[in-house]
């Protein structure tokens, strides 16, 4: 091949590559690749030689991270979406010390791939946690003297400044084409969020709901959320559902142990919004009352502990769901 047809074949990527700007509507969606197992931690978290951050590139725009559950229990989940001018990373983990777990160093490597890639040059990181768990919050400072970054906090003042004046009744974050729609959904955490991408077709919910116990602190509030949250998945196009975390195991009904750093057979991350709406009819049935309801897929709990447990809870565990590694 000579050099000039080189140079052709180059140019010719380069605006292919540029002609995808701009197709970031729903009628343009992109699907992605979930074919793969993410890490489960180790029985000696000392001894695990996992890597402190797994990145999955979900499509050419959309990475899912997890923090390795040997250096973090709660093994949380963060996104990082791209858009033209703007990137967004979705809750920083649950260790702030970069030692054990360096955050920045791997969103900095993958953005960086990805600029390149997509000839950017400069790219805006905005760092937006899902709600103010330690689990969603702890490796902010990590970010904070990173230039071209804005750190939004979790207060109604601070989400305004970048989602919108009409916040928090309504939001959106346009990362230059791609435009995200925000909902605040507490219940569970009063400062939580969730974000749909039209684009990708995916509600982020982070731990507002997800494949694990969802422990409601105040139930009226948990179930608006629910029900505003089934409305979108009944009026947008919805393929997968993405949480904060996983506390179950691939088991229907079975969750792990508290704190356990070792979690193999674990559940799958992405639910649908047909667990979306089992959750509304839950939480909707319990009626504010004390409760446990045990779901293959999570587990709702109202008035109780995290650490209750149903049928005669917290003590007892009826011999039916009992297994090797579950609390």
Known sequence: MSIT???????????????????????????????????????SAKANTDVRVQVHRYNEHTYILRQNPAVHWEAPFMYLLMGEQRAVLFDVGATAETDYFPLRDVVDRVLERWQQANQVDELTLVVMPLGSEASQTAARAQFEDRANTLIVDSDVASRAEILGPSWPSQGSLDLGGRVLEVLATPGIDSHAISVYDAWAQV?????????????????????????????LSQTKDVRWIWGGRIEMSADPGIDFLLRANYRPNERKLQMVPADLYDAWGIVRLINNQPDIHIHDDFIVMNGVGRGARAYGWPVYIPEMFRKDRTR
């Open 5 to 43: 047809q080189r140079l052709v074949g180059i140019a010719v990527g380069w605006i292919l590559s540029f002609a995808a700007w701009g197709q970031w509507d729903a009628d343009a969606s992109a699907d992605g690749n979930l074919r793969f197992a993410w890490i489960h931690g180790s029985l």
């Open 203 to 231: 509600l982020l919910t982070g731990n507002a709901f997800f494949p694990g116990r969802l422990v409601i602190r105040d139930h009226a509030t948990y179930l608006t959320t629910l029900e505003r949250l089934v409305d």
